[in-house]
T-cell receptor, first 114, second 111 residues
Framework: NAGVMQNPRHLVRRRGQEARLRCSPM?????VYWYRQLPEEGLKFMVY????????ESGMPKERFSAEFPKEGPSILRIQQVVRGDSAAYFC????????????FGPGTRLLVL | DAKTTQPNSMESNEEEPVHLPCNHS???????IHWYRQLPSQGPEYVIH???SNVNNRMASLAIAEDRKSSTLILHRATLRDAAVYYC????????????FGTGTSLTVIP
């Protein structure tokens, strides 16, 4: 049973480009969460999605960031017109349902903006 | 707004027990206490969680104070592979399903 998968593991973008981060949850999991970790800091919640629905996006920056979790395929975190401050590790986690107490994290995507 | 307070760093000798403390004085009655750990360049890994009673699993034990305002993660015999950042997290019952991470405790295990 494969764990949470994220790709790419490393992504380099120049300022102004777009970054697309993908997350495939564990099999049977329909809840996905995205977190961002800046250097030397803890993880910060960004967004919580179920299939085709955004449940909570209170941690998402108001501009340039969007997330989706389509009926088929992985969840996508999209960052438009990246800036150097977007450089961070982005982690995805999944859980089987809303009452599950445990979230399972992927290995993360490390984004570097030049 | 991390809701938890932990020491920045701790050291332990290999094969000795380690007690990692956490304060969460604003906890409410239905908030769960979770512990995750993060090894360098990896995603967080689940360690243990509890609500009111002490909990044990193959990785660790969780001791929860009677007033629930603090808890302690206990590693019974530290190994070099336990060197990681340990996060004490509250899963708030009234704000959905997300976790609120603090800055964690960086554990160094000395051989």
């Amino acid at each position: 049973n494969a764990g949470v998968m994220q790709n790419p593991r490393h992504l380099v973008r120049r300022r102004g480009q777009e970054a697309r981060l993908r997350c495939s949850p564990m099999k049977g999991h329909s809840h996905v969460y995205w977190y961002r970790q800046l250097p030397e800091e803890g993880l910060k919640f960004m967004v919580y999605l179920q299939k085709e629905n955004i449940i909570d996006e209170s941690g998402m920056p108001k501009e340039r960031f969007s997330a989706e979790f389509p009926k088929e395929g992985p969840s996508i975190l999209r960052i438009q017109q990246v800036v150097r401050g977007d450089s961070a590790a982005y982690f995805c986690a999944s859980s089987p349902n809303i009452v599950s107490e445990t979230q399972y994290f992927g290995p993360g995507t490390r984004l570097l903006v030049l | 707004d991390a809701k938890t307070t932990q020491p920045n760093s701790m050291e332990s000798n290999e094969e000795e027990p380690v007690h990692l403390p956490c304060n969460h004085s604003t906890i409410s009655g239905t908030d769960y206490i979770h512990w995750y750990r993060q090894l360098p360049s990896q995603g967080p890994e689940y360690v243990i969680h509890g609500l009111t009673s002490n909990v044990n699993n193959r990785m660790a034990s969780l001791a929860i104070a009677e007033d629930r305002k603090s808890s302690t993660l206990i590693l019974h015999r530290a190994t070099l592979r336990d060197a990681a950042v340990y996060y004490c997290i509250l899963k708030l019952s009234d704000t959905g399903n997300q976790f609120y991470f603090g800055t964690g405790t960086s554990l160094t295990v000395i051989p």
